[in-house]
């Protein structure tokens, strides 16, 4: 990499408990984040994505392992002393003072002059858009409002790389959407390197420069949206992001071949091979080329329907297709079918 | 349609038993505090509305002298138990849990489980040893004694409001910049404040009203208000001690109005 780094995992292991009952929640976990990146670290609960967030901020310290921020060795530092700050999955905003004092805090700990305070106060109040409100307490501002302060607050002192913890996942559909733009233009106009933890694959797709899927402990792969989407790994990443049907097949030397003896070509290399729902055509059976498959369900999503299939030998498959226009081409169940594969869409992975 | 839950007050009697409770409750208070405006002598036969009671606790010298010193070790124990109970509190919520743990809520819950009586013979004999020792005579001993007794009463308001804080919040002001000492001064104890005046306010209720200890404990000529009048009770009893009483009552009652205005939970 060329850029600058800002943060770096070295072989980091965070295990809880104690003998054979301990559970580790990190597994040797090795990362480097760049300056000025908007980073996501995405999984399932339970994957330890907020637990590497935490070591970062040094809410907890690593059984084994290091952690770096701009080439510096932190993983001894309390938190106080750490050029990050952290948006909190319930905000954990002040209740007893008012919002320009909760944005100030940071800054006032630090012992930086009351006129700075002050002044950045009021620029990150515009920041977020909340200047009407500097004077209000907490609790009388809404979820959203709320939000806003608690990035407002962490912005406030110029962090070198700022935490979010599943920040949006406390707002309602609309509102998340909105604030997901609105992160993507608070990163770029500040130039803070984000590292931004989810669980929701759409989220981590729409703001992410880079992403790191994670599964039990362990980072399963980084890459950009783009990458970890369309070319997966293993199994887990192709599952988590977005749909795929798996087939397992044979290698051949002409190909990929199915259970049902058709032969695909594939990039790649292993037994299972994936195709996104939205890279698969149907045709009316029996015309050209094709694999040969009955509709055996269709269920209608607005945007698009999802088309359930069952190829000859019994192997389920879906394959998602614009919506028709009233009067244009639809699907019935028991319907016979033609399957075809974008070119470059099948893949090959390990198990 | 909405199928009718288990509810107390539907049973056939509860309300003549809640009428009888407090009647049996507040019953005798009323009668204490109508007799302590008797114009008579007399704590049993009424003569006629008067003041003159509560004048004549007021110019008596002796009860002059025990008030202040009730005030004196109610204020002192109070805020000595306060501090204690508010480091226990935080000792026993703001870390992991450790071993142990059970037993440190024991030894801090103590003095409300120990029958008071022994308690006071307890302290009656290791003053008597210190006494001995040292030739000190003072209030201290009576105020060590109360803040003994009144450190669980402070420290259970405070542990609430501790348990009932997000940690989340310590948490997020350490990541703000703030060292330990900082983050206790400006997001701990502000949020905490009121679980330690209500703290304070129940031990100074409890010491205000304290008569087996200090009874044991007090050398001589430090009577309190309590222990005066129990003396008082020894000889003829008149309605200035009802009048003593009714004082201590209405103080009693503004304190404890207080105490659950700061501990009520807001919606």
Not at chain 1, 65 to 73: N, Q
Request: hydrophobic share 50%; aromatic share 8%; glycine share 8%.
């Amino acid at each position: 990499m060329t850029q600058k780094v800002a943060i770096t995992a070295q072989n980091v292991v965070k295990a809880f408990g104690q003998g054979a009952a301990a559970v580790r929640a990190l597994d040797d976990v090795s990362v480097d984040i760049a300056t000025g990146e908007f980073f996501t670290l995405l999984g399932p609960s339970g994957c330890g994505k907020t637990t590497l967030l935490r070591l970062i901020a040094g809410f907890e310290m690593p059984t084994a392992g290091k952690i770096l921020i701009d080439g510096a060795d932190v993983t001894e530092m309390p938190p106080n002393r750490r050029p990050v700050n952290t948006v909190f999955q319930s905000y954990a905003l002040f209740p007893h003072l008012t919002v320009a004092e909760n944005i100030g805090f940071g800054l006032k700990m630090q012992g930086r002059p009351k006129a700075e305070v002050a002044a950045t106060t009021t620029e990150m109040l515009a920041l977020v858009k909340l200047d009407a409100m500097a004077d209000r307490k907490i609790s009388q501002l809404s979820g959203g409002q709320q939000q806003r302060v608690a990035l407002a607050r962490a912005l406030a002192p110029r962090p070198k790389v700022l935490l979010l913890d599943e920040p949006l996942s406390a707002l309602d559909l609309k509102l998340r959407k909105k604030m997901q733009v609105e992160l993507k233009r608070l990163q770029t106009e500040t130039g803070i390197t984000f590292v931004f933890v989810t669980h929701d694959q759409e989220e981590a797709l729409t703001m992410s420069d880079r992403i790191a899927v994670m599964s039990a402990g362990k980072i399963q792969q980084i890459g950009a949206p783009r990458e970890i989407y369309t070319r997966p790994v293993n199994r887990f990443v192709a599952s988590f992001v977005g749909e795929t049907n798996f087939l397992p097949v044979t290698a051949t030397p002409q190909g990929a071949r199915l259970s049902t003896g058709d032969v695909i070509a594939a990039e790649g290399e292993g037994s299972v091979l994936i195709v996104r729902p939205e890279q698969l055509r149907l045709g009316p059976a029996g015309v050209g080329a094709g694999l040969a498959a009955k509709v055996t369900g269709v269920v209608y999503f607005g945007t698009d329907i999802h088309v359930n299939l069952s190829l000859a030998d019994g192997t389920a498959l879906t394959a998602r297709v614009p919506s028709p226009v009233d009067g244009g081409a639809d699907f019935a169940t028991g319907q016979d079918v033609a399957v075809t594969f974008q070119p470059g869409a099948a893949r090959l992975i390990r198990e | 349609m909405a199928e009718r839950s288990f509810e107390v007050s539907r049973l056939p009697g509860f309300a003549t038993v809640a009428i009888a409770v407090f009647v049996l409750l507040y019953l005798p208070i009323l009668t204490l505090v109508v007799f302590s405006f008797n114009s008579g002598p007399s704590i049993a036969v009424w003569q006629g509305w008067s003041l003159h009671w509560y004048t004549d606790a007021w110019n008596n010298e002796a009860v002059k002298g025990a008030t202040i010193r009730s005030l004196i070790i109610a204020t002192a124990a109070s805020a000595v138990a306060t501090s204690v109970a508010t480091m226990a509190a935080l000792g026993t919520t703001r870390r992991a849990a450790f071993g142990g743990q059970t037993f440190i809520y024991v030894v801090i819950n103590q003095p409300l489980m120990v029958p008071e009586i022994v308690t006071a013979v307890a302290l009656l004999i290791l003053f008597g040893v210190v006494k001995q020792a040292t030739g000190y005579q003072g209030l201290g001993y009576l105020i060590l004694a109360h803040a003994a007794f009144c450190t669980p009463f402070a420290y259970l308001p405070i542990r609430a409001r501790l348990e009932g804080m997000d940690l989340s919040l310590e948490t997020a002001a350490c990541d703000l910049y703030a060292n330990p000492w900082q983050t206790f001064r400006h997001v701990t104890l502000p949020l905490l404040a009121p679980g330690i005046a209500a703290g304070a306010m129940l031990a100074f209720v409890i010491s205000l009203d304290d008569v087996v200890i200090t009874e044991f404990v007090k050398s001589g000529g430090q009577d309190t208000l309590p222990t005066y009048m129990l003396g008082q009770m020894r000889r003829a009893i008149t309605p200035e001690v009802n009048a003593i009483s009714t004082a201590l009552l209405g103080l009693t009652v503004v304190l404890l109005t207080l105490f659950f205005i700061l501990t009520r939970k807001k919606n």
